[in-house]
């Protein structure tokens, strides 16, 4: 396991796909129905409302996120870091990336899901100005609760005042 490592953050490419759901299949969607298998990830790298990006550490894919996107809205539904590489800022990195595409395309609001046990990531998204604003029971196929969390990129009133 890598203890530093330099990573580059860029948009994903069609030959990504495979790899993020695979990823995503053993980090994220480990004993649940495979839903973001290799096609529906292509879909979103090649859809003009939502964004791939991969990390890559060491000519390795180290971590993505997809975000879609809607009127003044991002919404990150996935993002895992390949755990060879977990705890050196990869996470934070592409979130900060998120953060400041949505800050200069005018998005107000990020939204995103996560296992209400996964204190990890909770602790992650907190610390870069999340903020729990609900449960989503069962949110996990049943099995398992999501803390819902939001990042205000916009404040209420300079959003109500914002052209439409």
Not at 26 to 48: D, Y
Not at 75 to 94: D, E, K, Y
Not at 111 to 138: P, S
């Amino acid at each position: 396991m890598p203890k530093t490592t330099s990573s580059v953050i860029r948009l994903a490419k069609a030959r990504d796909a495979r790899t993020i759901a695979e990823l995503s299949r053993s980090q994220i969607e480990n004993e649940l129905p495979w839903r973001w298998k290799p096609a529906r990830v292509k879909h979103h790298i090649r859809t003009t409302d939502s964004t791939v990006i991969v990390s890559e550490s060491e000519n390795v894919l180290s971590g993505f996120a997809i975000t879609s996107f809607a009127d003044t809205t991002a919404h990150i539904s996935l993002l895992a870091v390949n755990p060879m590489f977990r705890r050196l800022g990869i996470a934070t990195s592409l979130i900060r990336w998120i953060t400041l595409s949505c800050q200069v395309a005018g998005i107000g609001c990020i939204r995103l899901e996560v296992r209400v046990n996964n204190t990890g990531a909770i602790e992650c998204y907190a610390n870069l100005g999340f903020q729990m604003v609900g449960i989503r029971k069962g949110y996990y196929e049943g099995r398992e609760d999501a803390q819902l969390m939001t990042l205000m990129l916009i404040s209420s009133d300079r959003e109500a005042r914002r052209p439409k």
